[in-house]
Nanobody, 119 residues
Framework: QVQLVESGGGLVQPGESLRLSCAAS????????MGWYRQAPGKQRELVAA???????NYADSVKGRFTISRDNAKNTGYLQMNSLKPEDTAVYYC?????????????WGQGTQVTVSS
């Protein structure tokens, strides 16, 4: 059994920073890719950033230059460093992982963590 546990969300003012963490626990052979999505009230869930097992990254245009995705393979943990936060970044942020466990290939989601940017 594998699960993703997110942390690091909170309330900040515009221009400040937050760092989100996504820890995968359980029996894992390899995490092929990890990503962060976000969903604001009344809007569809959108991809924010993703990183492959080889280190290739991809970002939404709205966060390029401000957000950085990374991973610690030894800890099976992914991170999203969010700088220069704007009110429009306010959303529930979800971690996603495509991984191989002993019995299957899994596409898992975390429970979500609230990020609120307000003055």
């Amino acid at each position: 059994q594998v699960q993703l546990v997110e942390s690091g969300g909170g309330l900040v003012q515009p221009g400040e920073s937050l760092r989100l963490s996504c820890a995968a626990s359980g029996s894992i052979f390899i995490i092929y890719a990890m990503g962060w999505y976000r969903q604001a009230p009344g809007k569809q869930r959108e991809l924010v950033a993703a990183i492959t097992s080889g280190g290739t990254t991809n970002y939404a245009d709205s966060v390029k230059g401000r957000f950085t995705i990374s991973r610690d393979n030894a800890k099976n943990t992914g991170y999203l460093q969010m700088n220069s936060l704007k009110p429009e970044d306010t959303a529930v942020y979800y971690c996603n992982a495509l991984l191989k466990s002993p019995s299957s290939m899994d596409d898992l989601w975390g429970q979500g963590t609230q990020v609120t940017v307000s003055s």
